[in-house]
């Protein structure tokens, strides 16, 4: 069948070029990061900062003028396990950005447990939450190379199932979706490290929405309000510091 191509509406300014512009507004003091692999987003911050990934391959100057980087060759699962990022950063997270395994259930987890450790005014960014393209979304990166995609070697995973949930389900965070390129990115403010509803509710979060199809993924985009990069009013991120 087919693929979609939603390509035009996710042709904003790049996800690290905006995501440098974030760090340049908000002046974080603590800076989280799930799936650092080549670096080329970790380096942004200035700040003390936590890395989590299974398996880095930086081949860049990651630590900069960074006061501490920390990084932890593991999976975002056994890093919650077995760390305490605030107690390791000696204050909550100001800046997180996840980026991790692209599989719902594992950006699901990886909000709840990041969420716990950030306060009320930090800020947590997704990245792929506008896969302009269908096969891309499939839970087998195999598909990366499906015959019909219109966008080869490209996987993002399902993870654009969280703008949904957390839609139904924290209808009080604040997300702003938008049209970075080239798989978006969604900001999400008014935290509560203090409420429980995701994960109280995992799983009927899974088996909801883990096996929503094509159909559903096109009536995302029917729904979804996307911000451009170019109309986006970072003047309301506070600085940190």
């Given at each position: 069948?087919?693929?979609?191509?939603?390509?035009?509406?996710?042709?904003?300014?790049?996800?690290?070029?905006?995501?440098?512009?974030?760090?340049?507004?908000?002046?974080?003091?603590?800076?989280?990061?799930?799936?650092?692999?080549?670096?080329?987003?970790?380096?942004?911050?200035?700040?003390?900062?936590?890395?989590?990934?299974?398996?880095?391959?930086?081949?860049?100057?990651?630590?900069?003028?960074?006061?501490?980087?920390?990084?932890?060759?593991?999976?975002?699962?056994?890093?919650?396990?077995?760390?305490?990022?605030s107690a390791i950063l000696g204050r909550p997270i100001d800046l997180a950005f996840l980026d991790g395994m692209h599989l719902f259930e594992f950006l699901l987890r990886d909000f709840i447990n990041t969420e716990k450790h950030c306060a009320p005014e930090s800020v947590i960014a997704l990245h792929d939450c506008l896969p302009p393209g269908f096969y891309m979304t499939s839970r087998d990166m195999a598909d990366a190379n499906h015959p019909h995609s219109a966008f080869p070697g490209w996987w993002t995973g399902d993870v654009w199932k969280m703008v949904p949930t957390l839609q139904k389900y924290r209808p009080e965070l604040s997300l702003t979706i938008i049209d970075s390129a080239p798989t978006g990115l969604v900001l999400i403010t008014d935290l509560n490290p203090a409420n429980n509803t995701l994960s109280e509710n995992y799983g009927k979060i899974i088996a909801d929405f883990q096996a929503m199809d094509r159909d559903e993924f096109t009536g995302y985009w029917s729904r979804v309000q996307v911000t451009s990069t170019a109309l986006l009013n970072l003047t309301e991120l506070r600085p940190f510091n």
């Open positions: 069948m087919r693929d979609v191509d939603f390509r035009e509406r996710v042709s904003g300014k790049s996800y690290i070029s905006l995501l440098e512009d974030i760090h340049k507004k908000t002046k974080p003091t603590t800076y989280f990061e799930i799936g650092v692999q080549f670096g080329d987003t970790i380096k942004l911050a200035e700040c003390a900062t936590i890395g989590v990934d299974p398996r880095f391959r930086c081949e860049t100057n990651i630590i900069g003028g960074k006061p501490i980087c920390q990084l932890f060759q593991q999976t975002s699962d056994a890093f919650f396990e077995q760390h305490n990022p």
